[in-house]
């Protein structure tokens, strides 16, 4: 099946820790894409990368980072420095940055505990 | 830059009836235009892609058009059934500048009572 993979599904964090959120896609897509949600708001983009190792952020980048060492995977880190990291986290892909349509993974809901 | 409304933010209809979700958009500077379905915790499903040279989309029951000129869309469902309950996202990629992402409304909540 071609699709895009979120692992984990439920991830809890400590105070002071660092996370990463997995995502994978098997669709042959250039760009990737990483959104926060919460509740009451629109999803927000977080990073976004065209091509393998080369990645832009998006409108909320402080306290994440990136990597895109391979063109089919995309991984998320949550550092200590996000002061307000619970939420849900989106990654989608696209076959090209712009006029084409996006697909989306099933998410990662992340809790600080 | 970039703001998307959506209106109403909730709906609650009979099944069988036909309906309409309203997305506006600030600037009418846009690649395209994508409805999306989110089930509750879960993720986006994609419904319809509207290029910005297109005026509508249709799948099945429904029915996307775009009107960049003005700043709107609206998804048309016909005939809605309890499974069309669901949150609806309308999104655009923004041509004018600053991220390559696509920036989203805050979705219409839509219950269809069986």
């Known amino acids: 099946d071609g699709g895009i993979t979120q692992s984990p599904k439920y991830l809890f964090r400590k105070e002071g820790q660092n996370v990463t959120l997995s995502c994978e896609q098997n669709l042959n897509h250039d760009a990737m894409y990483w959104y926060r949600q919460d509740p009451g708001q629109g999803l927000r983009l977080i990073y976004y990368?065209?091509?393998?190792?080369?990645?832009q952020k998006g409108d909320i980048a402080e306290g994440y980072s990136v990597s895109r060492e391979k063109k089919e995977s995309f991984p998320l880190t949550v550092t200590s420095a996000q002061k307000n990291p619970t939420a849900f986290y989106l990654c989608?892909?696209?076959?090209?940055?712009?006029?084409?349509?996006?697909?989306f993974g099933q998410g990662t809901r992340l809790t600080v505990v | 830059k970039q703001e998307v409304t959506q209106i109403p933010a909730a709906l609650s209809v009979p099944e069988g009836e036909n309906l309409v979700l309203n997305c506006s958009f600030t600037d009418s500077a846009i690649y395209n235009l994508q409805w999306f379905r989110q089930d509750p915790g879960k993720g986006l499903t994609s419904l319809l892609l509207i290029q910005s040279s297109q005026r509508e989309q249709t799948s099945g029951r429904l029915n996307a058009s775009l009107d960049k000129s003005s700043g709107r869309s609206t998804l048309y469902i016909a005939a809605s059934q309890p499974g069309d309950s669901a949150t609806y996202l309308c999104?655009?990629?923004?041509?004018?500048?600053?991220?390559?992402?696509?920036?989203f409304g805050k979705g219409t909540h839509l219950i269809i009572q069986p």
């Open positions: 990368s065209q091509i393998v190792n080369d990645f």
């Open positions: 989608a892909s696209s076959s090209g940055l712009w006029n084409t349509e996006a697909f």
């Open positions: 999104a655009n990629m923004y041509s004018g500048g600053g991220a390559d992402g696509l920036t």
